[in-house]
């Protein structure tokens, strides 16, 4: 009988530590609003050296690329792993090598917009950039671009992490 009682209030004890931690997760959780790092933007001195760099040397692989009208690549995603990218473009006058922002993803671009707004901060509209996302930008209190990004059906992004093996 005393074995009983003990195995029940182990059991009992256990329950109740797991609603704790499950709750206490859930309440973390939705402190956040709803991204997670996807990308990097870099502004490259050279671009085609650092896409060989980044595949060649790092043994990264080419997500996707984008071009302008004529054909000619303006940026290379290269695909880090699954779900993380680094955005290359090559750096001008207007825009000095170096990092230009940070890519966040969110499944749901209005609900992580209307939390920002609740929260005080500036949210253009979102548009649709070359790759198909719905995109809009933010900054932090450093002037850190921070880059909001929906991998909508037939994006290149979506496209890129269904097909990563």
């Not at 029940?8 to 956040?32: H, N, R, Y």
Request: charge should be positive; hydrophobic fraction near 35%.
């Amino acid at each position: 009988m005393r074995r009983w009682i003990r195995v029940v209030g182990i059991f009992a004890a256990g329950l109740i530590l797991g609603m704790v931690t499950i709750k206490s997760i859930d309440a973390q959780q939705e402190k956040g609003i709803g991204v997670r790092v996807n990308h990097v933007g870099i502004y490259v001195k050279n671009l085609q050296e650092s896409v060989d760099y980044y595949e060649k040397t790092l043994g990264m692989r080419e997500g996707f690329t984008m071009k302008d009208k004529s054909g000619n690549p303006t940026t290379y995603y290269i695909q880090v792993d699954k779900n993380t990218f680094l955005e290359l473009s090559q750096s001008n006058a207007e825009r000095p090598v170096g990092i230009n922002h940070v890519g966040f993803q969110t499944d749901n671009m209005n609900a992580t917009a209307a939390e920002l707004k609740k929260r005080g901060v500036m949210v253009p509209e979102p548009t649709s950039v070359g790759s198909g996302a719905p995109h809009t930008s933010i900054n932090d209190p450093n002037g850190v671009r921070l880059e909001l990004l929906e991998f909508a059906e037939g994006s290149m992004q979506r496209k890129a992490i269904e097909a990563y093996r």
